[in-house]
């Protein structure tokens, strides 16, 4: 039976989408949950709807939309990040629903029948196309391409900025760069999982590798290797019990991060206790 | 003597509010300056404006003549503990040997025998050597701030400024860390050091400087009630438990 499945085209772009999905969360996922930007992404992932209904109402390729729409957002919360970290959450909550109005706008503004935006919004990895397919590969070859050539730069500038600043490292390269990533992932994700269920795909992974883990570059590896493998169980249960794919991917990498949670002996971040300052 | 730090008419602001106002001081080659003062008094802020991570307005910073960016090589700053992630992944030794990247960007860097050598001697200086190969987040809050002072002399600065090296950290790391700073200065390492520690710095350092929102005082370690009053903005006795020691000369009631 799994060999008539493999056989057919649209569950061969499952799979390498699954990969290439993976392999960006891996690496992005733990950035962003260093670096306490999982809700940045969410942001990020919301205004891209704007830049989809954009793409369809001007009739160009959405997830192009998507990736202009997703860059100004990582642009501006970066900015406005950077100015005043702590009010940043009010940026993002703008932008997050800016995205949503102006995609529901340009759709509205659409003659005739409107197009499904069901799977830009919950995903529908069935039906990634070849294009998308080589989009998603393009974007994924410069995440890991960006990452590995400059790892060391990367290690010290995410364990303290202000120190990497003080050594001479270029961190504003360093930072747009992240920027860039994020919003890169966001737009290689959409199509897995949609807008919605982004982040849990984002963070999943790397949430667990983080309870199994204690090396930043262990960690990236065992998020690749745990997103795999819930994608393609995802995968499975969707097709067996016939729901959506996305759905059943985000609900099966909860529960694979809720089952580590208990066995794991280490403790996640929101249950560490910082010490305080005198 | 040059100096190794001059900063003249530095004011930082916080929205409307001066965190510290026309402060101009000088800072020579191989002091060891206490900064005290009270707590939101700019202490902090005066070291990260001097090394440009905050906003600030001046007229003058220079370090051995020469703006920031010339000899950044030869500054190394030792951060307030609460504000560095100690649950990040990553090995003591990989902390200091990281700074030991050279350039601004380092695409596929290897690190070198003489890297990994002198990041070790770093360990050794302030005794966390066999803690090498552990991962941060099990270190103990001394533990941690010896890294984070191995860390900054992994670079052998010239000038060595720290915020609070001695907050949150035991007695022994206590010890531990002033005896090196004293090695280090002794051997001609210029030092500025933040600390509400009135009592231990006033004994340890060559000249003092006190900060609210100004400059109130800078000379040597022998404070007067006046100044102290002037700091704090009310009468304070500076006495602590089971310090056998008194900053202040004496004074009559």
Not at chain 1, 147 to 173: P, R, S
């Amino acid at each position: 039976m799994l060999k008539t499945i493999l056989n057919y085209h649209f569950i061969q772009n499952a799979i390498m989408a699954s990969i290439l999905s993976s392999i960006v969360c891996g690496i992005i996922g733990t950035i962003i949950i260093e670096k306490k930007l999982i809700l940045m992404g969410g942001g990020i992932a919301h205004t891209a709807y704007g830049g989809v209904g954009l793409g369809y109402l001007l009739n160009f390729n959405p997830l192009i939309g998507a990736l202009s729409f997703s860059l100004i957002a990582a642009l501006g919360i970066g900015k406005v990040r950077k100015s005043n970290s702590k009010h940043s959450d009010i940026i993002i909550a703008l932008f997050w629903s800016l995205g949503m109005a102006l995609g529901i706008l340009f759709i509205s503004f659409m003659k005739g029948y409107p197009p499904d935006m069901n799977s830009y919004l919950f995903g529908n990895i069935l039906s990634v196309s070849d294009t998308d397919l080589i989009n998603m590969a393009v974007l994924t070859f410069l995440v890991i391409l960006i990452l590995t050539v400059f790892f060391q730069d990367w290690k010290i500038y995410l364990f303290d900025e202000e120190m990497a600043k003080i050594n001479g490292l270029n961190t504003n390269f360093l930072e747009y760069s992240l920027l860039l990533l994020i919003a890169f992932s966001v737009v290689i994700l959409i199509r897995v999982s949609g807008i919605i269920m982004l982040i849990t795909l984002l963070c999943a992974p790397s949430a667990t590798a983080s309870l199994l883990s204690e090396k930043l570059k262990f960690r990236m590896i065992l998020s690749i290797i745990i997103g795999l493998f819930n994608s393609f169980m995802g995968l499975f249960i969707s097709y067996k019990l016939d729901i959506a794919s996305g759905a059943s991917i985000v609900i099966f990498s909860v529960l694979v991060y809720g089952i580590i949670f208990l066995v794991s002996k280490r403790k996640p971040y929101y249950l560490t206790k910082t010490e305080t300052q005198n | 003597m040059s100096n190794a730090l001059e900063v003249q008419n530095l004011s930082v602001k916080y929205n409307n509010n001066y965190a510290l106002k026309n402060i101009t001081m000088s800072v020579e080659e191989g002091d060891y300056l206490g900064i005290i003062g009270p707590n939101g008094g700019g202490k902090t802020s005066l070291l990260r404006a001097i090394l440009n991570l905050i906003d600030h307005d001046c007229s003058k910073i220079l370090f051995f003549d020469k703006p920031f960016k010339q000899v950044q090589k030869l500054i190394s700053y030792v951060p307030q503990i609460s504000k560095v992630d100690r649950s990040y992944p990553i090995s003591v030794l990989e902390v200091v040997i990281g700074s030991k990247l050279k350039k601004s960007l380092n695409p596929f860097y290897k690190f070198s025998k003489e890297d990994k050598e002198s990041a070790r001697d770093a360990l050794k200086m302030v005794n966390i050597e066999n803690l090498a190969d552990r991962q941060i987040e099990k270190l103990s809050g001394g533990e941690f701030q010896r890294l984070l002072i191995a860390r900054a002399l992994a670079s052998s600065p010239k000038l060595l400024l720290l915020d609070e090296p001695t907050a949150n950290v035991d007695p022994a790391s206590r010890n531990i860390i002033y005896n090196l700073l004293d090695k280090l200065n002794n051997e001609g390492t210029t030092i500025i050091m933040v600390s509400h520690d009135t009592m231990a710095i006033s004994s340890k350092v060559k000249n003092i400087a006190c900060i609210s929102e100004n400059l109130i005082y800078h000379g040597g370690p022998h404070l007067s009630q006046q100044v102290i009053d002037k700091m704090y903005g009310c009468p304070i006795d500076l006495l602590a438990h089971g310090v056998p020691h008194r900053v202040l000369a004496e004074h009559k009631h």
